[in-house]
């Protein structure tokens, strides 16, 4: 693989960044996923917008402007000849003289930024066919989920605790609501109504969130946002979630409880299919 490194395109084994970034050392930075399809870049400017927003929520600056961004992504492209899976970018708050809480100066220390590609599967992922298993765990991230900072530690240990139950991912659950997957947004269905958590500082607003809404309002799907809990999921007609890397993947097991038949359910298979069609 080719990936980017502060302004150049290297092998992916010749890449160095410096011991003292502050993403390394405070998992001070943000990050964006963009997905690929058929080698094209879906809803760049939705991911461009909201990388925007997430910097100058902490303050930092952006090391290029979303016009090269979108440049260098092409360019990934291309030299990887991606044709399917996503782009992984990261922007950290760069690698002063040494450790130290206080942000440093950004004229003294410029903004660490790094992307790469991923080939995968995304129209066609198996999951989408059979649909996942998820377990509900404490939801015990910081505040500010909004900004898509790379603490990532939490979500990843919940994916473990997943596992470790033979499930898949687990749904996040703060004060008896649902918040969120470990690294997408949770749906569910009661009697043709998509019921989703409202936007707020509790949850990332997701990109594919915002499309596959405005899609299924545009199909004349009732749209609800608000928050619901394990036990009124248990008992929904579907489950989903959405992320830029598995769109719309249908949930058919919340702990111990099977969703609706088992199966991926009517309106998560059509919305999938809407969202593929529509970034095709
Ligand atoms: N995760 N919620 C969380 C906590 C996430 O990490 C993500 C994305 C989403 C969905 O956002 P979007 O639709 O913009 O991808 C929601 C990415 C894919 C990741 O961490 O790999």
């Known amino acids: 693989r080719t990936v980017y490194v502060n302004g150049e395109y290297v092998p992916e084994n010749e890449a160095k960044i410096s011991v003292f970034d502050r993403g390394f050392l405070m998992a001070d930075g943000v990050y964006e996923v963009t997905s690929v399809l058929e080698g094209k870049l ?3 400017d939705g991911h461009a917008k909201r990388l925007e927003r997430s910097l100058k929520e902490l303050d930092m600056a952006a090391p290029v402007t979303t016009d090269e961004l979108l440049a260098i992504h092409r360019e990934l492209i291309a030299r990887n000849d991606l044709t399917e899976g996503g782009i992984y970018l990261q922007i950290t708050r760069g690698a002063p ?3 130290d809480f206080a942000f440093p100066d950004p004229a003294e220390t410029p903004s660490s930024l790094v992307l790469f590609t991923q080939q995968k599967n995304l129209a066609n992922a198996p999951a989408a066919n059979t649909g996942i298993k998820v377990i509900s765990i404490e939801d015990i991230r910081w505040g500010r989920r909004d900004i898509k900072t790379v603490q990532l530690l939490y979500p990843s240990m919940g994916k473990m605790m997943a596992k470790k139950a033979g499930a898949d ?4 659950v703060e004060d008896g609501q649902v918040t969120e997957g470990t690294s997408n947004n949770a749906y569910i269905v009661k009697g043709g109504k998509i019921i989703t958590r409202q936007l707020s500082n509790d949850i990332l607003h997701g990109i594919t969130r915002a499309a596959v809404l405005r899609l299924a309002k545009e199909a004349q799907m009732e749209v609800e946002e608000r928050g619901f809990t394990i036990e009124e999921a248990q008992d929904a007609d579907e489950a989903f979630v959405t992320s830029a890397t598995t769109f719309v993947q ?5 702990d111990d409880a099977t969703i609706g038949t088992g199966t991926p359910g009517p309106i998560a298979k059509r919305l999938r299919e809407i969202y593929i069609d529509e970034s095709l």
Do not use: G
Not at 169 to 172: E, N, T, V
């Open 42 to 44: 879906v809803d760049f």
């Open 97 to 99: 003289a040494d450790r």
């Open 169 to 172: 991912d687990a749904w996040m």
């Open 250 to 254: 249908p949930v058919v097991q919340i």
